[in-house]
């Protein structure tokens, strides 16, 4: 079987949060709406839309919450229309993904984010080729449900002894475990290590130079 590394995007390949509470506060304000300060938005970075406004926006009815949904794509569309959508890579990132490619795993990505919001992500730092399984929430429920994990993993031709999740937050950790894959959580993304740990992983790395070392090793 092929080894898979899973990476989350959001907080765990990209530094996106500012940019996403700028396109949540503009959403928010034209729906008149109170945005709620960055650490609390930050708590739900990774589920899918409709979900996350869900959590943010509980006294409002589902069909509510998908209109919401639609909102912020609108805001952070016109963010990027605007050159102004900042996600860059996190410092150790681009050689953490040398490093694994080198000793033989595969490299994939699951996201709450959409295919489009993926795909701009990616090619802003030339590194989409490098992925052999991009899954996200166009195509699959939201974390922490294993269906991302489990069709990356029929992608890649790996089992789930293989393959190792790394994310930020405790959705990602869930959705490994429930897939039945190993999960390795970051510290440098949205959700406290606490968090991580009594969520299901394994172990907490500190820097991406970590992660390897981590997934070797385990």
């Known amino acids: 079987?092929?080894?898979?590394?899973?990476?989350?995007c959001d907080g765990t390949l990209?530094?996106?949060?500012?940019?996403?509470?700028?396109?949540?506060?503009?959403?928010?304000?034209?729906?008149?709406?109170?945005?709620?300060?960055?650490a609390?938005?930050?708590?739900?970075?990774?589920?899918?839309?409709?979900?996350?406004?869900?959590?943010?926006?509980?006294?409002?009815?589902?069909?509510?919450?998908?209109?919401?949904?639609?909102?912020?794509?609108?805001?952070?569309?016109?963010?990027?229309?605007?050159?102004?959508?900042?996600?860059?890579?996190?410092?150790?990132?681009?050689?953490l993904l040398d490093a694994l490619e080198e000793r033989g795993w595969l490299l994939g990505v699951a996201t709450g984010k959409s295919d489009r919001g993926l795909g701009h992500c990616l090619d802003c730092h030339g590194i989409a080729e490098r992925f052999v399984t991009l899954q996200?929430?166009?195509?699959?429920?939201?974390?922490?449900?294993?269906?991302?994990v489990v069709q990356a993993?029929?992608?890649?031709?790996?089992?789930?002894?293989?393959?190792v999740v790394i994310g930020d937050t405790s959705f990602d950790m869930m959705m490994a475990a429930a897939a039945g894959a190993r999960a390795i959580g970051v510290d440098w993304g949205y959700h406290h290590r606490e968090e991580l740990i009594d969520a299901g992983a394994f172990a907490v790395a500190e820097r991406p130079a970590d992660v390897l070392q981590l997934m070797e090793g385990s």
């Open 40 to 95: 609390e938005a930050r708590r739900v970075i990774g589920l899918s839309l409709t979900e996350a406004m869900a959590a943010l926006l509980p006294a409002l009815e589902p069909e509510d919450h998908a209109r919401m949904a639609e909102e912020y794509k609108k805001s952070f569309i016109a963010l990027r229309a605007a050159g102004e959508v900042e996600e860059p890579l996190y410092e150790g990132i681009a050689e």
């Open 136 to 148: 996200t929430a166009d195509r699959h429920p939201s974390k922490p449900h294993p269906s991302m």
């Open 1 to 8: 079987m092929n080894k898979l590394a899973l990476f989350d």
């Open 153 to 163: 993993m029929a992608d890649a031709g790996a089992a789930p002894e293989t393959t």
């Open 14 to 38: 990209v530094d996106s949060g500012a940019t996403i509470h700028r396109a949540l506060a503009d959403s928010f304000a034209r729906n008149g709406f109170d945005c709620p300060p960055p």
